[in-house]
């Protein structure tokens, strides 16, 4: 049994982290769009399972739900994005737009189709409001410039994000930070918060790939995120300087397929889980820590390449496993099945979750192979957002998942989804006609209103 750390006793009761679940598309394909990422170059062209994708999305959201958590969901995005492919150029009816995309540029086609919104973590920054100037709640839907089909995202997430985060008097909304290269964007991926208690003020440590000249860069693939933006986002969120750090990830695990700093580190309340090589300098991140975190001592967990190599971490995503704490205080790693596959990294879970030095004390396991095969594991596919009570209270209440909810999701799913997609279906003007209708009856479900462009 392992301990819970001594809280503060004035602690402001009640507050939770809640995770917001990115619920996949009806156009989820493989098409090797990512470049940097692995998974999704070794499984290009492949065909994709739409309907398999988010019933195992949701499967993780109802399995969260039922061990006390706050969950929510963040609906699928319009795709094939039909005002994308026409402000490239392809005009006509819909259906000529699409057959012309796919004869004379079917890489924009696929950017215009891909299901990406799924992972949430990259929807947006999120601050809580114990973190905040103002004590509201700050979202900076992220500008994810790095790459077109996730461009894409920026405005639906930020239309979504308002309308199930609206009330302004607990939650404050940001324009996406410029899309330009020195502003590179990719939302909490990148950023992770520490702290004695959720409703306390925490620390907020944002990751960057790339800093100024004189940082090393890494060679090979793009740092997608950028000091820049995280220093903007402190600024925009109204965050106290002594308790914001900005660090920088290894340019040399970028290189080795580390897109997202979620891919190699999670934190949650006062632990930080990561490897070894995470961090361009991982001492100067927890002597940071450890001088500023109040309220309780911190606990690194860390993974030296010894036991895990880069190349099993991106390959397993063992980091990108959630780390939650369930209603009794105890802290879980919700893992992909992909870790428990491999038996090294298995191993370092079962040595993490019996070590009584640190408080993690289960691990769950699931299978969201779908997404993982495009490079989205457990951590991808979740925006998480500390709420008070009185916050939890103002958030779209259609939003919330909860056993009959999932149902009613799992039913929408079976009805509108393919189970078999490839890259030459989407072209297809039938499947553009099937997800608008989805999506329509999802915004009824989920009492949104008209968030998408073809229902404006
Ligand atoms: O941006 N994959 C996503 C995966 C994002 C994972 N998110 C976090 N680590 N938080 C990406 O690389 C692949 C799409 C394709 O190739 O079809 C893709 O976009």
Redesign the pocket.
């Known amino acids: 049994m392992k301990l819970t750390p001594q809280r503060n006793g004035d602690a402001p009761a009640g507050a939770v982290e809640a995770n917001f679940d990115g619920l996949v598309g009806p156009t989820h ?6 470049f ?2 692995v ?3 070794n ?2 062209e492949q065909p994709s399972n739409p309907r398999a994708a988010a019933q195992q999305g949701l499967a993780k959201m109802r399995a969260l739900a039922a061990l006390g958590l706050a969950q929510g969901l963040l609906p699928p995005h319009e795709r094939p994005h039909l005002p994308t492919l026409r402000r490239l150029g392809f005009g006509g009816r819909d259906a000529e737009v699409l057959a012309q995309a796919r004869r004379r540029a079917p890489g924009l086609l ?1 950017a215009a189709s ?3 919104a799924m ?1 949430s ?2 929807a947006a920054t999120v601050s809580p409001s114990a973190d905040c100037a103002d004590g509201r709640v700050h979202f900076t839907p992220a500008n ?1 410039c790095t ?1 077109l ?2 461009s894409i995202e920026a405005p639906t997430s930020a239309r979504l994000l308002q309308a199930v985060f609206a009330d302004p008097r607990h939650f404050v909304h940001h324009e996406p930070l410029p899309a330009t290269p020195a502003f590179g964007d ?4 990148n950023h992770t918060r520490l702290c004695a208690d959720y409703g306390e003020p925490g620390l907020e440590l944002f990751v960057y790939g790339r800093g100024d000249e004189r940082e090393p860069a890494p060679s090979r693939y793009p740092a ?1 995120q950028t000091r820049l933006a995280g220093e903007a986002l402190a600024r925009l969120h109204g965050l106290r300087d002594e308790r914001t750090l900005h660090a920088q990830q290894n340019p040399a695990v970028i290189d080795q397929g580390v ?2 700093n ?2 190699i580190a999670v934190g949650n309340r006062e632990l930080l889980l990561y490897h070894e090589q995470a961090f361009a300098d991982a001492a100067t991140v927890r002597g940071w820590i450890c001088t500023h975190l109040r309220g309780v001592r911190p606990v690194f967990v860390e993974v030296p390449e010894r036991e895990v190599t880069v190349a099993e971490a991106v390959g397993s995503y063992l980091f ?1 496993s959630q780390l939650v704490c369930t209603p009794d205080g105890a802290m879980r790693l919700i893992a992909a099945e992909e870790s428990r596959e491999q038996p090294r990294v298995w191993r370092a879970i079962e040595r993490i979750v019996a070590d009584p030095g640190n408080p993690i004390a289960a691990v769950e396991v699931f299978d969201l192979r779908q ?1 993982m095969r ?4 457990p ?3 979740r925006l998480r957002v500390v709420l008070t009570p009185a916050e939890r209270d103002a958030v779209n209440p259609l939003c919330w998942i909860d056993d009959t909810r999932a149902t009613q999701l799992a039913h929408w799913i079976d009805r509108h989804y393919r189970d078999r997609l490839s890259l030459d279906d989407l072209a297809d003007p039938q499947l553009l006609v099937e997800s608008r209708i989805a999506l329509d009856e999802l915004t009824v479900l989920l009492g949104l209103g008209s968030v998408y462009d073809f229902q404006r």
């Open positions: 394909n493989y098409a090797g769009l990512a940097g990422n998974a999704s170059a499984n290009a696929a891909s299901a990406s992972w973590a990259n994810l790459h089909h996730r990719e939302g909490a991926a997608r897109f997202h979620d891919v990108n997404s495009n490079g989205g594991g951590a991808c596919l």
